[in-house]
């Protein structure tokens, strides 16, 4: 057998050899404890920075339209808006390391469940992230198997959460981009550079609330995959299917020439 032994089979089509090396299954939930608790925190940073924009949208808007804004005021909101985006960083940057971790966890335990599902190697699961353009589509495609790989009873669940956090994801990643790139543009007058100030902030504030709504989503994905897998496991191996009956021979074997000794229509020998 492959690798020393036989494989647990989990309603996987069977085939000669796995494609990645052997995998082996390992709890995920404390990872994805974690990971929730992170995503949490995500939530409620995304949640500080939507109104530390708020609040400095207005400040703009009141200069806009010639209001009077003390110095006090716009220092006030410059420095909460700062501080949110900091917060952010941290919440961001501590809740992705963790989040892979997690990530390449289950994708190693779906190979457990369907090793020949799984289209990409496991490196992928860590370094689909990493890796500039890629990293727009690698992840998702490898959820999905880990999805399909995951399902209980091999039953067929949609991907509808799953592809509106991704959706929703990069969504975000856009407008950050776009707005950080406004924000930087450089501008002759004073009108101008208000008004890429204003669009800038604007498109943080609707990446804010559009990430508070994709780590809600991610929660659900990170808790249901978990669960469907500790369950699948739980579970154990489906039995073997068992092969096909031989057909009955109805003709000698190996086939023997014609006129070979013992075949119909051969002469017995001479006495």
């Not at 997690?102 to 689909?128: I, L």
């Not at 369950?231 to 000698?252: D, E, I, L, S």
Request: with cysteine; aromatic share 12%; glycine share 8%.
């Amino acid at each position: 057998m492959p690798h020393g032994g036989p494989q647990p089979y989990y309603g996987a089509p069977l085939q000669p050899y796995p494609p990645h090396g052997p995998a082996h299954f390992a709890d995920p939930q404390g990872l994805a404890t974690a990971v929730t608790v992170l995503l949490g925190v995500c939530i409620a940073a995304w949640t500080v920075a939507v109104l530390a924009g708020g609040q400095l949208y207005g400040l703009l808007l009141d200069v806009e339209q010639g209001r009077f804004v003390s110095s006090s005021e716009a220092d006030s909101a410059d420095s909460f808006y700062t501080m949110s985006g900091i917060l952010q960083a941290l919440a961001m940057l501590a809740t992705a390391v963790v989040f892979i971790m997690w990530f390449y966890r289950v994708r190693v335990n779906a190979e457990v469940f369907d090793p020949y599902g799984q289209r990409m190697k496991r490196g992928w699961a860590v370094g689909g992230w990493l890796v500039p353009i890629v990293n727009f589509w690698f992840p998702k495609k490898i959820a999905n198997d880990i999805w399909r790989a995951s399902a209980p009873g091999g039953e067929r669940q949609g991907t509808g959460v799953l592809t509106a956090w991704w959706v929703l994801w990069l969504i975000t990643a856009f407008l950050d981009r776009a707005s950080f790139r406004t924000m930087n543009r450089e501008e002759a007058s004073f009108a101008e550079e208000l008004s890429n100030m204003q669009q800038s902030v604007s498109m943080t504030l609707v990446s804010d609330l559009l990430g508070i709504v994709a780590a809600v989503l991610a929660i659900i994905v990170v808790r249901r995959l978990t669960q469907w897998q500790l369950m699948k496991y739980a579970q154990g191996p489906m039995p073997m299917p068992k092969a096909a009956p031989y057909p009955p021979v109805t003709a000698p074997w190996p086939p023997q020439a014609p006129g070979a000794p013992g075949t119909p229509g051969t002469p017995p020998p001479p006495m």
